[in-house]
């Protein structure tokens, strides 16, 4: 299974195994990584799974997939950068094996 990195606004990492066609909120809820929430559960509603994909990968998963999720990123609680996502629409590939995601200081 793809290893996805989630690196905690303190720096603290997360290694997690998620299942090609999983999401990568739902590697992070599933796991116990506390800095996403996922409140509405993938629906694209709730900017609470925002997360920073970092430099390496941004060429890669770096760039909102829809207007909807570009829309509701603008709700998400901290900080938006060039690199924000909603972690629930990025849909875990063997192509994503490696992927590190860094968490924003707050989901609310
Ligand atoms: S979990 Fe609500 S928008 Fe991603």
Known sequence: ?????????????HEVEVEVGDNVMRGAVNNGVEGI???CSGGLA???????????????????????????????????????RLSCQIEVTAELDGLVVELPERQY
Do not use: F, K, N, Q
């Open 46 to 84: 709730c900017a609470t799974c925002h997360c920073y994909v970092a430099a390496d990968w941004a060429d890669v998963a770096g760039t909102p997939t829809s207007d909807d999720e570009r829309d509701m990123l603008e709700s998400a609680a901290a900080e938006v950068r060039p690199t924000s």
């Open 37 to 39: 929430v996922g409140e």
């Open 1 to 13: 299974m793809p290893l996805v990195t989630y690196v905690d606004h303190d720096g603290t990492r």
